[in-house]
């Protein structure tokens, strides 16, 4: 059946990013849109809330300079100003490692107290999260011993970084690697952390949906993953996924009906 995706409406997303994910050089930058733009965007889409959440400082190539951090947090005051008919949240998304000890996300403590709130999620592009192990992986390139190894630490390490910390939404779970989606949703319904459909990548995949939905009480959101101004509030492709994995809007805490 031909699901009519106009009847609904995002209310807010919470995975933008901006110029402060810089990327390789500054001439390739990773987020490509100002933090104004993103809010004049958001209010364009009629979205009640956005947040800038830029990738986390361990990062190699994307990562926000901590330097910066204090220049970010003076620019969303003066947009919370100019821009008074949103709410403008200041996030990060931070890069979840693999540590046996401390919190496994490349946040200090207090770093912590900078943001109005926590995203988290695995990305390649990390020093100790088994990088080269994932992305050859990725490529087909491992034997079945060391594919057990990865789908054993990159599980242990988003638990531990999901128990450890107050993280408002995973992003985009099962991306990059090998995870145990069944865990990772029963964590995450412990925690109260939403598990994000993301829109500009492939997960949550149907399959993984499914699987997290047999938990009872997580909840789900879904992120543009904007790396553009013009990808703010987009959440078709992740809100086709979702009904097509038999999850219901109720589940997913910034789809409304129109």
């Not at 003066?78 to 008919?85: D, F």
């Amino acid at each position: 059946m031909e699901i009519d995706l106009s009847r609904y409406r995002m209310t807010f997303d919470y995975h933008t990013h901006t110029l402060y994910s810089p990327g390789i050089t500054r001439f390739t930058p990773h987020g490509k849109g100002t933090m104004e733009e993103n809010v004049k965007a958001a209010i364009s889409k009629g979205l009640d809330e956005i947040a800038i959440s830029d990738h986390g400082p361990g990062h190699i190539f994307y990562g926000m300079k901590r330097r910066k951090i204090d220049e970010m947090r003076s620019e969303i005051s003066r947009l919370r100003k100019k821009y008074p008919e949103i709410k403008i949240h200041f996030s990060v998304e931070s890069n979840i490692l693999f540590r046996k000890k401390g919190n496994c996300l490349d946040l200090k403590a207090e770093d912590m107290g900078n943001f109005d709130f926590i995203l988290a999620g695995y990305h390649l592009g990390t020093a100790k999260s088994n990088m080269i192990g994932n992305w050859c992986d990725n490529h087909r390139l491992t034997f079945p011993n060391e594919r057990r190894r990865l789908l054993r630490e990159n599980t242990f390490m988003t638990l531990k970084a999901l128990r450890e910390n107050d993280i408002k939404i995973l992003t985009h779970p099962g991306d990059k690697g090998l995870f145990d989606i069944e865990l990772i949703a029963r964590t995450c319904a412990e925690r109260g952390t939403w598990m994000e459909i993301n829109n500009s990548h492939k997960h949550m995949s149907i399959e993984e949906i499914k699987i997290a939905m047999k938990e009872p009480e997580v909840k789900f959101v879904i992120g543009s993953d904007a790396h553009c101004p013009e990808w703010v509030g987009t959440f078709e492709k992740a809100l086709k996924r979702a009904f097509e994995a038999g999850l219901t809007v109720d589940r997913i805490v910034n789809i409304a009906e129109r």
